[in-house]
């Protein structure tokens, strides 16, 4: 495994006046460590920059303590995260007195480990053994993957269906010496993922050739294996209140209301709620802001507000942000104020 790379610089040479010093280089590089050493006086500003002209503010990391700040008024180690980063610099905001001096690394973010570093030895994946016609042509049983498919560092059985199994075996036994010998933990995650795709193999054939074909005309998913797709209907619940799924998947309505609401400054019904509604605009046609609230109390310069001389709110099962609840209005000013309401169901 090859050594990471690293870039470093003086960024202040025992600094007796304020100054940006010198930038340190981090393109590329995911992480820096700065070391402010000497006995003085003032500030140091940790600052980045990604077009080599503006500067801005790095939050850095003390070491010794694990506080998170901007600055340093103190010798100390200090961690960065650079990442996308050009340039950082350590700028010497204010002086009163002595030498400052600091000393930049920057690296990547890890060393970097590739399938070439990890060797995988046989009997790693012990493999995959299933029954003939394992899983059935579009049909994956209830629970394919079970619970605690992943324990103690091994992947045991899971993938079952119509009473067929398919079992992976993980062993953690030491490879072939080597660099990457040494990182049990990445040997394990890529022989785990070697038996994962061995798995998707397996469910891929089964299927006929890809997941794809388990799909039916237009997206629909066929739950029996009939190559049919199945509409699906009802009622639906999410949260507090019924959502009722239209036939016509475009939204549209047939039959639309207009109504011109009287808004004052006390919470007031703008439209009641609606179980069969498909579309609601809201138009305010008066000189002042109204606000409203979908299925709560209106409150000035709350919810979503309704600029004065036309401003509008649109709500449809085609954009996707249709509620069937009350809607409340309020308004700021004096007097009674209109609201055009139009709902399509």
């Known amino acids: 495994m090859g050594k990471p790379y690293t870039i470093d610089a003086i ?3 025992a600094a007796a006046a304020t100054g940006n010093g010198t930038a340190l280089e981090v393109s590329g590089c995911g992480a820096a460590a700065l070391q402010v050493s000497g006995t003085f006086v003032g500030t140091v500003t940790f600052e980045g920059t990604v077009d080599g002209s503006n500067w801005v503010s790095v939050q ?5 303590d694990g506080t998170v700040s901007t600055t340093a008024t103190a010798a100390g180690v200090f961690l960065a995260n650079i990442a996308g980063l050009a340039q950082m610099r350590a700028r ?3 002086y009163t007195s002595g030498a400052i001096t600091v000393q930049g690394m920057a690296t990547e973010s890890a060393g970097g480990l590739s399938l070439a570093d990890v060797d995988v030895v046989t009997g790693e994946i012990l493999g995959i053994t299933a029954a003939s016609g394992a899983i059935a042509s579009g049909a994956v049983a209830s629970g394919a993957i079970a619970s605690g498919a992943i324990a103690s560092g ?9 009473g067929h199994s398919a079992t992976l075996g993980l ?5 072939a010496a080597s660099d990457a010998a040494e990182d049990t933990t990445a040997r394990v995650g890529i022989a785990l993922w070697k038996g994962i795709k061995n798995i998707l193999l397996l469910i891929k054939t089964a299927l ?3 997941l794809p074909a388990a799909l039916g005309a237009g997206g629909g998913l066929k739950v029996d294996g ?3 797709a199945l509409p699906v209907s009802g009622t639906f619940w999410q949260g507090t209140q019924p959502v009722s799924v239209s036939s016509d998947a475009s939204g549209a309505y047939t039959t639309p209301t207009h109504t011109a609401v009287t808004v004052t400054t006390t919470s007031g019904t703008a439209l009641a709620a609606n179980a069969n509604r498909i579309y609601a605009l809201f138009q305010n046609d008066s000189d002042t802001a109204i606000y409203l609230k979908i299925a709560a109390t209106a409150v000035a310069n709350q919810g979503i507000r309704l600029n004065a001389n036309g401003g509008s709110y649109e709500m449809s099962l085609k954009q996707g942000n249709r509620n069937t609840g009350a809607v409340n209005a309020i308004h700021g000013g004096t007097g009674n104020k209109t609201l055009l309401v139009t709902e399509g169901v």
Do not use: E, R
């Open 226 to 228: 009939s190559g049919t």
């Open 11 to 13: 960024m202040q040479s």
């Open 60 to 64: 850095v990391q003390n070491v010794a």
């Open 208 to 210: 006929g050739g890809g």
């Open 92 to 94: 010497v905001s204010t």
């Open 171 to 175: 062993t953690t036994a030491a490879p």
């Open 154 to 162: 091994a992947m045991v059985a899971g993938a079952q269906a119509d």
